[in-house]
């Protein structure tokens, strides 16, 4: 049983464009949901991350948006730059086990110039 | 420097053959877990440990062990290693609190091949 679904898995954007990566989750004993950013050969390194009592988040560039009835949270990347290309996880954690982390398929973003 | 390091970074090995792979963090978390990585499949998690002494399962332990004898410390056990353990594993540290979240710190990874 997959606990949070990322949609989609790949995504080409031309650069100055908006990038937008969705994930729906099940468990609403989550508290935590992060949105983590890799490149290639490195981990992957937090971007942003939201608790389920606001329903945005933004960070520069970055927005999380988070629709709790919906059971649903997106990453929107604005003005997109080819520096941005790379994986993107949500992930969702929480409740009564901070050390549970489920994580999304991921989505590799390419920014074209 | 606040980080987690894990080694070896790459390995090659053969099935059957016991390894470890080791991984340590200097930021004095509880929290710390394992996870595989797989094209298409993301980051699952094979075990976390919430202290030391304490373990539990994430969604894919079986074919691993994990111990957690030190704080800083907490290596990965692959006792009889099978080419379905092929992977990228990535060793993880958790900053936990209501306003800070549970951001996860990654090791740099370590590509394992199982022939």
């Known amino acids: 049983q997959q606990q949070v679904k990322q949609s989609p898995q790949s995504l080409i954007v031309q650069k100055g464009g908006i990038s937008i990566i969705n994930c729906a989750y099940e468990n609403t004993a989550f508290d935590y949901f992060p949105w983590y950013q890799q490149f290639p050969g490195k981990g992957p390194a937090l971007l942003i991350a939201?608790?389920?009592?606001?329903s945005e988040k933004k960070e520069g560039r970055f927005t999380i948006s988070f629709n709790k009835s919906a059971k649903q949270f997106s990453l929107h990347i604005m003005d997109s730059q080819p520096g941005d290309s790379a994986t993107y996880f949500c992930a969702a954690s929480g409740g009564t086990n901070a050390g549970k982390s489920t994580f999304g398929d991921g989505t590799t973003l390419t920014v074209k110039p | 420097e606040a980080q987690v390091t894990q080694n070896p970074r790459y390995l090659i090995t053969v099935t059957g053959k016991k390894l470890t792979v080791t991984c340590s963090q200097n930021?004095?978390?509880?929290?710390m877990s394992w996870y595989r990585q797989d094209p298409g499949l993301g980051l699952r998690q094979i075990y976390y440990?919430?202290?030391?002494?304490?373990?539990d399962k994430g969604d894919v332990p079986e074919g691993y062990k994990v111990s957690r004898k030190e704080k800083r410390n907490f290596p990965l056990i692959l006792e009889s290693p099978s080419p379905n353990q092929t992977s990228l594993y990535f060793c993880?540290?958790?900053?936990?609190?209501?306003?800070?979240?549970?951001?996860?710190?990654f090791g740099p990874g370590t590509r394992l091949t199982v022939l």
């Open positions: 930021m004095n978390h509880e929290y």
């Open positions: 440990s919430m202290n030391v002494e304490v373990t």
């Open positions: 993880a540290s958790t900053r936990t609190g209501f306003s800070l979240g549970n951001e996860q710190f």
């Open positions: 939201i608790r389920p009592d606001v």
